[in-house]
Protein backbone atom coordinates (compact mmCIF):
# COMPACT_ATOMS: atom_id res chain seq x y z
CA UNK A 1 0.00 0.00 0.00
CA UNK A 2 0.89 3.42 -0.53
CA UNK A 3 -0.49 6.65 0.66
CA UNK A 4 0.94 10.68 -0.44
CA UNK A 5 0.14 13.74 -2.47
CA UNK A 6 1.34 10.85 -5.92
CA UNK A 7 1.32 7.36 -4.51
CA UNK A 8 1.95 4.31 -6.60
CA UNK A 9 1.60 0.40 -5.60
CA UNK A 10 2.97 -2.69 -7.27
CA UNK A 11 2.43 -6.10 -6.10
CA UNK A 12 2.79 -9.21 -7.71
CA UNK A 13 1.81 -13.40 -6.75
CA UNK A 14 3.12 -16.46 -8.38
CA UNK A 15 2.78 -19.99 -7.44
CA UNK A 16 3.79 -22.95 -9.08
CA UNK A 17 3.29 -26.61 -8.88
CA UNK A 18 4.33 -29.47 -10.58
CA UNK A 19 4.07 -32.93 -10.24
CA UNK A 20 4.83 -36.82 -12.02
CA UNK A 21 4.50 -40.59 -11.63
CA UNK A 22 5.95 -42.72 -13.62
CA UNK A 23 6.22 -46.42 -12.08
CA UNK A 24 6.93 -49.46 -13.31
CA UNK A 25 5.09 -52.81 -12.30
CA UNK A 26 5.83 -55.88 -12.94
CA UNK A 27 4.88 -59.48 -12.21
CA UNK A 28 5.62 -62.62 -13.97
CA UNK A 29 6.39 -66.53 -14.45
CA UNK A 30 8.87 -66.69 -17.18
CA UNK A 31 10.20 -69.68 -19.04
CA UNK A 32 9.11 -71.60 -15.84
CA UNK A 33 8.76 -75.56 -15.94
CA UNK A 34 6.03 -74.71 -13.12
CA UNK A 35 3.34 -77.50 -11.62
CA UNK A 36 0.18 -75.99 -8.82
CA UNK A 37 -3.20 -76.87 -8.94
CA UNK A 38 -4.10 -72.43 -9.25
CA UNK A 39 -2.04 -69.96 -10.20
CA UNK A 40 -2.34 -65.83 -10.13
CA UNK A 41 -0.28 -63.15 -11.09
CA UNK A 42 -1.17 -59.75 -10.36
CA UNK A 43 0.37 -56.50 -11.31
CA UNK A 44 -1.46 -53.66 -9.72
CA UNK A 45 -0.43 -49.91 -9.58
CA UNK A 46 -2.61 -47.41 -7.37
CA UNK A 47 -0.79 -44.06 -8.52
CA UNK A 48 -3.08 -40.82 -7.05
CA UNK A 49 -1.72 -37.17 -7.67
CA UNK A 50 -3.31 -34.24 -5.25
CA UNK A 51 -2.22 -30.96 -6.67
CA UNK A 52 -3.44 -27.33 -5.02
CA UNK A 53 -1.78 -24.38 -6.25
CA UNK A 54 -2.48 -20.65 -4.83
CA UNK A 55 -1.69 -17.15 -5.57
CA UNK A 56 -3.20 -14.26 -4.02
CA UNK A 57 -2.08 -10.68 -4.79
CA UNK A 58 -3.28 -6.89 -3.45
CA UNK A 59 -2.31 -3.20 -4.16
CA UNK A 60 -3.51 -0.55 -2.76
CA UNK A 61 -2.39 3.57 -2.98
CA UNK A 62 -4.38 6.59 -2.04
CA UNK A 63 -3.95 10.19 -3.15
CA UNK A 64 -4.92 13.01 -5.13
CA UNK A 65 -3.11 10.97 -7.61
CA UNK A 66 -2.24 7.26 -7.30
CA UNK A 67 -1.78 4.32 -9.73
CA UNK A 68 -2.03 0.75 -8.15
CA UNK A 69 -0.96 -2.53 -10.25
CA UNK A 70 -1.74 -5.97 -9.06
CA UNK A 71 -0.94 -9.42 -10.87
CA UNK A 72 -1.56 -13.27 -10.06
CA UNK A 73 -0.81 -16.33 -11.46
CA UNK A 74 -0.88 -19.99 -10.57
CA UNK A 75 -0.10 -23.10 -12.35
CA UNK A 76 -0.28 -27.01 -11.46
CA UNK A 77 0.77 -29.46 -14.60
CA UNK A 78 0.53 -33.13 -13.58
CA UNK A 79 1.07 -36.41 -15.13
CA UNK A 80 0.76 -40.17 -14.59
CA UNK A 81 2.69 -42.57 -17.22
CA UNK A 82 2.73 -45.75 -15.36
CA UNK A 83 3.66 -48.91 -16.80
CA UNK A 84 1.91 -52.11 -15.72
CA UNK A 85 3.06 -55.61 -16.61
CA UNK A 86 1.65 -59.45 -15.79
CA UNK A 87 2.92 -62.05 -18.19
CA UNK A 88 2.53 -66.30 -17.44
CA UNK A 89 5.52 -68.25 -19.60
CA UNK A 90 7.18 -71.55 -19.32
CA UNK A 91 5.46 -75.04 -19.45
CA UNK A 92 3.17 -74.41 -17.13
CA UNK A 93 0.77 -77.43 -15.44
CA UNK A 94 -1.51 -76.16 -13.34
CA UNK A 95 -4.75 -78.42 -12.63
CA UNK A 96 -7.45 -75.72 -11.78
CA UNK A 97 -7.57 -72.17 -12.99
CA UNK A 98 -5.02 -69.91 -14.20
CA UNK A 99 -5.23 -66.05 -13.95
CA UNK A 100 -2.66 -63.50 -15.48
CA UNK A 101 -4.09 -59.72 -14.46
CA UNK A 102 -2.55 -55.86 -15.36
CA UNK A 103 -4.40 -53.31 -13.54
CA UNK A 104 -3.58 -49.45 -12.89
CA UNK A 105 -6.51 -47.55 -10.74
CA UNK A 106 -4.56 -43.87 -11.42
CA UNK A 107 -6.47 -40.57 -10.10
CA UNK A 108 -5.19 -36.87 -10.62
CA UNK A 109 -6.59 -33.87 -9.37
CA UNK A 110 -5.69 -30.42 -9.24
CA UNK A 111 -7.19 -27.33 -8.22
CA UNK A 112 -5.87 -23.91 -8.83
CA UNK A 113 -6.82 -20.16 -7.54
CA UNK A 114 -5.19 -16.76 -8.59
CA UNK A 115 -6.46 -13.76 -7.38
CA UNK A 116 -5.69 -9.75 -7.72
CA UNK A 117 -7.31 -6.94 -6.59
CA UNK A 118 -5.66 -3.27 -7.12
CA UNK A 119 -7.24 0.04 -5.21
CA UNK A 120 -6.54 3.53 -6.55
CA UNK A 121 -7.50 6.37 -8.63
CA UNK A 122 -5.88 4.25 -11.62
CA UNK A 123 -5.44 0.20 -11.25
CA UNK A 124 -5.09 -2.52 -13.23
CA UNK A 125 -5.74 -5.43 -11.91
CA UNK A 126 -4.90 -8.74 -13.57
CA UNK A 127 -5.28 -12.92 -12.67
CA UNK A 128 -4.39 -16.14 -14.60
CA UNK A 129 -4.34 -19.75 -13.59
CA UNK A 130 -3.44 -22.53 -15.83
CA UNK A 131 -3.64 -26.28 -15.05
CA UNK A 132 -3.29 -29.38 -16.66
CA UNK A 133 -4.28 -32.74 -15.61
CA UNK A 134 -2.89 -35.91 -17.51
CA UNK A 135 -3.36 -39.95 -16.77
CA UNK A 136 -1.85 -41.81 -19.55
CA UNK A 137 -0.94 -45.54 -18.18
CA UNK A 138 0.15 -48.35 -20.30
CA UNK A 139 -0.96 -51.51 -19.13
CA UNK A 140 -0.13 -55.27 -20.68
CA UNK A 141 -1.29 -59.05 -19.66
CA UNK A 142 -0.05 -61.14 -21.93
CA UNK A 143 0.73 -65.48 -22.36
CA UNK A 144 4.46 -65.36 -23.19
CA UNK A 145 5.40 -66.79 -26.75
CA UNK A 146 5.99 -70.62 -26.65
CA UNK A 147 4.73 -71.37 -23.81
CA UNK A 148 2.97 -74.65 -22.89
CA UNK A 149 -0.10 -74.35 -20.68
CA UNK A 150 -2.28 -76.60 -19.23
CA UNK A 151 -5.72 -75.59 -17.11
CA UNK A 152 -9.13 -75.43 -16.32
CA UNK A 153 -9.94 -72.54 -16.72
CA UNK A 154 -7.55 -69.00 -18.79
CA UNK A 155 -8.18 -66.09 -18.27
CA UNK A 156 -6.06 -63.12 -19.34
CA UNK A 157 -7.26 -59.73 -18.46
CA UNK A 158 -5.40 -55.90 -18.73
CA UNK A 159 -7.62 -53.10 -16.80
CA UNK A 160 -7.52 -49.66 -16.22
CA UNK A 161 -9.89 -47.57 -13.77
CA UNK A 162 -8.13 -43.66 -14.33
CA UNK A 163 -9.74 -40.66 -14.02
CA UNK A 164 -8.42 -37.02 -14.52
CA UNK A 165 -10.00 -34.17 -12.74
CA UNK A 166 -8.73 -29.92 -12.65
CA UNK A 167 -10.65 -27.00 -11.64
CA UNK A 168 -9.11 -23.69 -12.17
CA UNK A 169 -10.26 -19.97 -11.03
CA UNK A 170 -9.15 -16.66 -11.68
CA UNK A 171 -10.37 -13.25 -9.85
CA UNK A 172 -9.55 -9.97 -10.58
CA UNK A 173 -10.82 -6.65 -9.27
CA UNK A 174 -9.30 -3.06 -10.12
CA UNK A 175 -10.57 0.01 -12.59
CA UNK A 176 -9.35 -2.19 -15.25
CA UNK A 177 -9.73 -6.08 -14.40
CA UNK A 178 -8.68 -8.80 -16.55
CA UNK A 179 -9.05 -13.05 -15.39
CA UNK A 180 -8.03 -15.96 -17.56
CA UNK A 181 -8.59 -19.59 -16.32
CA UNK A 182 -7.57 -22.73 -18.33
CA UNK A 183 -8.16 -26.58 -17.23
CA UNK A 184 -7.24 -29.27 -19.22
CA UNK A 185 -7.58 -32.76 -18.30
CA UNK A 186 -6.70 -35.71 -20.47
CA UNK A 187 -7.20 -39.95 -19.94
CA UNK A 188 -5.59 -41.74 -22.58
CA UNK A 189 -4.73 -45.89 -21.53
CA UNK A 190 -3.19 -48.25 -23.91
CA UNK A 191 -4.10 -51.68 -22.65
CA UNK A 192 -3.07 -54.43 -24.30
CA UNK A 193 -4.39 -58.48 -23.77
CA UNK A 194 -2.50 -61.29 -25.91
CA UNK A 195 -0.97 -64.36 -26.35
CA UNK A 196 1.81 -64.61 -28.08
CA UNK A 197 3.72 -66.79 -30.87
CA UNK A 198 3.77 -70.10 -30.89
CA UNK A 199 1.87 -71.13 -27.69
CA UNK A 200 -0.02 -73.79 -26.88
CA UNK A 201 -2.60 -73.90 -24.62
CA UNK A 202 -4.71 -77.08 -23.72
CA UNK A 203 -8.13 -75.46 -21.33
CA UNK A 204 -10.55 -78.11 -20.27
CA UNK A 205 -12.90 -75.18 -19.25
CA UNK A 206 -13.16 -71.42 -20.45
CA UNK A 207 -10.19 -69.53 -22.38
CA UNK A 208 -11.03 -65.29 -21.94
CA UNK A 209 -9.19 -62.79 -22.76
CA UNK A 210 -9.77 -59.00 -22.17
CA UNK A 211 -9.20 -55.45 -22.24
CA UNK A 212 -11.49 -53.63 -19.54
CA UNK A 213 -10.94 -49.41 -18.94
CA UNK A 214 -13.19 -48.02 -16.43
CA UNK A 215 -15.36 -51.31 -16.35
CA UNK A 216 -15.90 -54.08 -13.93
CA UNK A 217 -15.32 -57.70 -15.45
CA UNK A 218 -19.11 -58.07 -15.79
CA UNK A 219 -18.96 -55.14 -18.12
CA UNK A 220 -20.58 -52.33 -15.44
CA UNK A 221 -19.68 -48.91 -15.80
CA UNK A 222 -17.33 -47.43 -13.52
CA UNK A 223 -18.09 -43.55 -13.17
CA UNK A 224 -14.61 -42.50 -13.94
CA UNK A 225 -12.76 -40.16 -16.73
CA UNK A 226 -11.98 -36.49 -17.12
CA UNK A 227 -13.51 -33.18 -16.10
CA UNK A 228 -12.69 -29.82 -16.28
CA UNK A 229 -13.77 -26.69 -15.19
CA UNK A 230 -12.67 -22.84 -15.76
CA UNK A 231 -13.84 -19.83 -14.30
CA UNK A 232 -12.51 -16.31 -14.71
CA UNK A 233 -15.33 -13.48 -12.91
CA UNK A 234 -13.63 -9.97 -13.19
CA UNK A 235 -14.61 -6.54 -11.74
CA UNK A 236 -14.00 -3.08 -13.44
CA UNK A 237 -14.95 0.33 -13.12
CA UNK A 238 -13.42 2.84 -15.62
Known sequence: AAVGL???????????AQNSINNDVKAYVSSAILTATTLTISALEEATITS???AASAAVAAGIFSIAISGGGASSINSITTS????????????GDLSVTAKDVSTATANVLAASAA?????????????TVSVSPTVR??????????????????????SADTQT?????????????TAGATVSPTLETSVGSNALINATGDITLQSLHNRNANGTYIFKGANALATAPAGGLI
Open 52 to 54: LSE
Open 119 to 131: GGLISFSSAGSVA
Open 6 to 16: AAASVSVGVAL
Open 169 to 181: AGVSTGTLAVAVS
Open 141 to 162: ATIGANSNIQATNLTVTSQTES
Open 84 to 95: VYASAGGTLTIS
